[in-house]
């Protein structure tokens, strides 16, 4: 692996896409958060493991769409600006070339993660869930930044521009978190009940809900990990096998 790409990209990342920018509005919006349960009364009424439980979900949304963003602009927004053909004419493979890629777009998502840790603290002092939150989002929010970050990557290598990119990633993001947000809905139907068996989004809110409301332990929770495990190694599986197919104009 060439440490000048995995610096070239994280540097674009964070600079030339706006990703400080992004997370700087993540860090309001989380600021925000954490005053709202903090100071108004009536955040006083919800217990505070559903609180801890918002805020994770709202940090997770945050980090997967800016590394969504990023992601499906790496190659995309190369391939705009004519400097891709410059990077192909570099002894680097078309793996390394990705995988420098995936690694700036995850630097990013993870510092966006450890961002995320203090208001967590602030949110959950003294409900003695603190640690069991901190590594829900890391656990969670590692293996879906992976997943989400792989995708976006290769739908920015087969994508012809980044608008539509990111369009696609955003688009897949929002498929498999709606029903996780609606799952009463979809448990009324068979069909609805075995697609959140299978949707990682579904699979990371309840062994969140199963860990914070009910104490159960992380152990215990393997049928809620799995779907969140497979879903990486696809995410994985196509970045690896769309890097194959980096190229001037996309895949047709």
Do not use: H
Not at 104 to 128: D, E, H
């Amino acid at each position: 692996m060439n440490k000048y790409i995995v610096k070239k990209e994280f540097k674009e990342s964070l600079y030339e896409n706006k990703g400080i920018w992004m997370m700087f509005a993540a860090t309001i919006v989380l600021s925000a958060l954490c005053f709202l349960v903090t100071n108004i009364k009536e955040g006083a009424v919800l217990a505070q493991s559903d609180i801890l439980g918002y805020a994770i979900k709202a940090e997770l949304f945050l980090t997967l769409t800016i590394s969504m963003v990023l992601g499906a602009s790496a190659f995309a927004s190369e391939r705009e600006e004519n400097t891709l053909e410059s990077l192909l004419l570099t002894p680097i493979s078309k793996w390394n070339l990705t995988f420098g890629k995936f690694l700036g777009v995850m630097v990013v998502g993870v510092l966006l993660l450890v961002i995320s840790i203090p208001y967590l603290i602030a949110i959950g002092l003294g409900s003695g869930l603190v640690l069991d939150a901190t590594m829900i989002l890391l656990l969670c929010g590692l293996m879906l930044l992976i997943a989400f970050t792989s995708i976006a990557i290769g739908l920015s290598i087969i994508v012809g521009n980044s608008k539509a990119s990111i369009l696609a990633s955003v688009l897949m993001m929002i498929i498999l978190t709606f029903p996780a947000f609606v799952q009463g809905l979809f448990k009324l139907s068979p069909i609805g009940t075995f697609l959140l068996k299978f949707d990682p989004m579904a699979g990371c809110f309840n062994m969140m809900s199963a860990i914070l409301m009910d104490r159960r332990s992380f152990l215990s929770q393997m049928n809620n990990i799995i779907p969140i495990v497979v879903f990486m190694v696809i995410g994985v599986g196509f970045m690896i096998w769309t890097s194959k197919k980096v190229a001037l104009k996309g895949e047709k």
